[in-house]
Structure formats: structure tokens, C-alpha cells
């Protein structure tokens, strides 16, 4: 369900950062757009794109829970893994009801527009194409790293990210969101693997790039290990700026809380560490604010917070 009267904000990533922020936003009066990536390989997302051919379910599944509006119990069924059985094991409910849903309706985008009048989504949940596509990474050593669960666990630096097949058409729903935005915000997620990945697909870098509305960039709290080891704020920017052929982006949203000593170590052993804010040199505006949240020892951002920040860029606010 869509307030069209209302300020439009249109929002792109993927994996576990997007569906944190939408919970914050759609607290709001706000005619929300999600573009999801589907360039996930991994888990059983990719178990189903390989053997059912269709586009990989587990980005838009979790959107699809972050907005919608039905009881508890019904998101905890949608999101329910399986632990065991024969075939089941590891998949989610949710991404069989899209698979199954995409094979009945033939199409990805029907799958999802049906599940969205089903869990009483608020707001439109739009893929980045309605076909799978590959990620591959370009490290700085030459080598070509394909699918995008395994660009993480190469180990290089990673130079560029691209995408095949190159024929790859975005829905015209996804670019007309994005030329009637008020407010496009890209992130937060993983920097090479969830974001790129929608900015990649040809006609939705070039019509975010020549948007009229105010493009702002939530940073990561964390770096990346085997994505973006020792990135700084800037280094983030120019990399979405080197990918769409330079400088686009209005603002970022950088964090300037402090992480609690334990909560580092723990990510230390993982290879990550807290964003080195270097931002004082872009030419952009920067906000900075204390995001940070905790979710079972787990570092997220504060929906609340960064969605109260977000509504104060909107022009009509």
C-alpha cells in the first residue's frame, strides 16, 4: 500500500542493512520504493536460482518482511528457516512462496506484487531487474572473481565489480520511482556486493546519476573483510563515484558514535573494523550523527535515528 500524496523516497541496497532501515522508515507517511538487488548466489537463495531458475528470492524477502504490516506470527512464518528435512533444509518459507509464486504467475515482479498485497507491504518492493544477473569483481592482481558469495572469500583487493549479462533492463517502474523521488538514499549494505550491484544495471546508475532529487549515501559503521578492509568514508564514496563515472552523491550519512572495546574486539577477529571518518575533505555534505545500535552483539544501525535523519533532508519536510 503506497501514500501517494506523500514525500517520495526511493531507497536501494540489499542484504541485512536495507531491511533495517525500511523498519524505521515506514513509520512515516512516505511513499516508499525499495530497489533490491538480485545478484545473491549464496544459501538458499541460490540452491533455488540454480535449480528452479528464477531470480534469487532472499534480498526481496526480507524487504517484503521490513514493510509489511500483518500480524507477528504471519512475518515469523514468512521468515521461517528450515532446520532439517530432506530438500528443505536451509531454506526459508518465504523464498519458496516467491519461487512458487514466480512459476505460477511466470513472472518475478508478479511473485512479488502479489506477496506484497499479502503481507499488506507499505510501500512498492521493486528487484533491480526481473532476471537473475552474476556479480563478478576485478582484483587489482588481474584475477576475475564470479558470483557474488564468493568475492567476500577471495582475499583480494577488490579494484571493480561488473555485471552479465550486459543486456540488463531495470522495470519501468523502477526508473520512473526514481526520476519522481524526492530523496533517493543508497545503503546502508555491503559496499561491492548489495549496493553496486543496483547501480550496476545500466539504466538505474544513469537515471540516479541525472535525478533531480538529493542523492545521500548512509555509510557503513564497519568495514568489510574481503570487501573493504581498512576502507575510510571517502573510500567508500569514491568507489560508488568511480563506478558511475563520477562524482553524484549530495550527502553522506557518516557515524560518529563510539563502539564499545568488547563489541570491537569481537569484530577485530573477523577482520573488521570501525569506519575511519576522512570525510572533512568531499565535496558533499557530510551529517554525522551516533547511529550505531546493537542487535545481539551485533552492530546495526539505529533505524530510528537514521530514518529521522533521512525525513530532515527531505525537501518538503
Do not use: W
Amino acid at each position: 500500500m503506497r501514500d501517494k500524496r506523500a514525500a517520495k523516497l526511493v531507497v536501494i541496497g540489499g542484504g541485512t542493512g536495507l531491511p533495517v532501515l525500511l523498519r524505521g522508515l515506514k513509520q512515516y507517511s512516505l511513499d516508499l520504493t525499495a530497489i533490491v538487488t538480485v545478484a545473491d548466489d549464496g544459501g538458499s537463495s541460490g540452491r533455488l536460482r540454480d535449480e528452479l531458475r528464477v531470480p534469487p528470492p532472499g534480498d526481496v524477502r526480507n524487504v517484503l518482511a521490513a514493510l509489511s504490516d500483518v500480524e507477528p506470527l504471519i512475518v515469523e512464518l514468512f521468515q521461517h528457516r528450515f532446520q532439517n528435512g530432506n530438500g528443505l533444509s536451509g531454506h526459508s518459507l518465504g523464498n519458496l512462496i516467491l519461487a512458487a509464486l514466480t512459476s505460477i504467475t511466470g513472472d518475478f515482479m508478479k511473485a512479488i506484487r502479489e506477496m506484497s498485497k499479502v503481507l499488506n507491504v507499505r510501500g512498492q518492493v521493486l528487484p533491480a531487474a526481473n532476471k537473475s544477473v552474476v556479480l563478478h569483481a576485478e582484483m587489482e592482481d588481474g584475477s576475475i572473481v564470479s558470483g557474488e558469495s564468493k568475492i567476500p572469500d577471495a582475499g583480494k583487493k577488490i579494484k571493480r565489480v561488473f555485471l552479465t549479462p550486459q543486456d540488463i533492463e531495470p522495470l519501468p517502474e523502477t526508473v520512473e520511482a526514481i526520476r519522481s523521488a524526492d530523496l533517493i538514499v543508497i545503503g546502508p549494505g555491503s559496499l561491492y556486493t548489495s549496493i553496486l550491484p543496483n547501480l550496476l544495471v545500466p539504466k538505474i546508475g544513469q537515471e540516479v546519476c541525472k535525478a533531480k532529487a538529493k542523492k545521500v549515501y548512509i555509510c557503513n559503521i564497519m568495514t568489510q573483510a574481503g570487501e573493504t578492509p581498512h576502507y575510510t568514508v571517502s573510500d567508500h564514496v569514491e568507489a560508488l563515484h568511480a563506478h558511475l563515472g563520477g562524482p553524484f552523491l549530495d550527502a553522506v550519512i557518516v557515524n560518529n558514535g563510539t563502539i564499545p572495546e568488547a563489541i570491537r574486539h569481537r569484530y577485530e577477529a573477523e577482520r573488521a573494523e570501525p569506519v575511519r571518518d576522512d570525510s572533512s575533505g568531499l565535496s558533499l555534505q557530510v551529517i554525522r550523527e551516533d547511529i550505531v545500535a546493537y542487535e545481539d552483539g551485533v552492530i546495526r544501525h539505529n533505524t530510528a535515528k537514521v530514518a529521522a535523519l533521512l525525513l530532515g533532508l527531505l525537501p518538503r519536510h
